[in-house]
């Protein structure tokens, strides 16, 4: 079964770098998303993505942040300059292929450390 | 403003009991409730959804728009049913981002 990917598992970064978390969705899929989890709190919707445009921003998603579909494949979430804060479990998720399901499948997520 | 509730961090149940998940929600329209489970170390997954109106793994869930919940239920629990659980809200059907719950560990007691 397809399945969402998420590189890397794992990033470590120092406060003020640039990081790139990226996914590659489910190839028939036109929805992409991007959500986070702060340790012990509830997952958070970031960005949605359709049509090669963002579809809908949350509050936490502000300039800091950018996405992008660079090719037919990947999916890339950028963070422009990392605060301590952004530490969380970055998901990406992807909906909307054929036979017109909605349902949203989860990739296994980065953890991101900034130091 | 859209928001989920649960209001259980942590629920122990002995194998063989019923379960019960508690799903709250506020929303002022006609949303899309969903329940995730994360078994460890794997992804989050869809568990069901309201529309479905089916049950997966003994699980069933009812939409009481009246009380506002989305409480997922089984009756008799088995071990492989340890798992964070997280509710889920979509505003609409199709395709909208997901508003999630805090989740609900469920540990199964042998």
């Known amino acids: 079964e397809p399945e969402v990917t998420q590189t890397p598992s794992h990033q470590v970064t120092q406060m003020g770098q640039e990081v790139i978390l990226r996914c590659v969705p489910i190839?028939?899929?036109?929805?992409f998303y991007w959500y986070r989890q702060i340790l012990g709190q509830k997952v958070e919707f970031l960005v949605s993505?359709?049509?090669?445009?963002?579809?809908?921003k949350s509050e936490i998603f502000d300039d800091q942040f950018s996405v992008e579909r660079p090719d037919g494949s990947n999916f890339t979430l950028k963070i422009r300059s990392t605060k301590l804060e952004d530490s969380a479990m970055y998901f990406c998720a992807s909906s909307g292929g054929r036979g017109n399901t909605d349902t949203q499948y989860f990739g296994p997520g980065t953890r991101l450390t900034v130091l | 403003a859209q928001r989920v509730t649960q209001p259980e961090k942590l629920l122990s149940v002995f194998k063989g009991a019923p379960v019960e998940l508690k799903c709250n929600y506020s929303?002022?329209?006609?949303?899309?409730l969903f329940w995730y489970v994360q078994y460890s170390r794997q992804r989050l997954q869809l568990l069901l959804r309201?529309?479905s109106r089916e049950s997966i793994k003994g699980f069933t869930a009812d939409l009481n728009k009246g009380e506002t919940s989305f409480h997922l239920k089984k009756p008799f629990a088995q071990e492989e049913d340890s798992a964070m659980y997280y509710c889920a809200l979509s505003p609409r059907f199709g395709n909208e981002k997901l508003t999630f719950g805090t989740g609900t560990r469920l540990t199964i007691i042998p």
């Open positions: 309201h529309i």
């Open positions: 993505f359709y049509n090669n445009e963002i579809s809908e």
């Open positions: 929303y002022s329209g006609s949303p899309e």
């Open positions: 190839s028939n899929h036109l929805y």
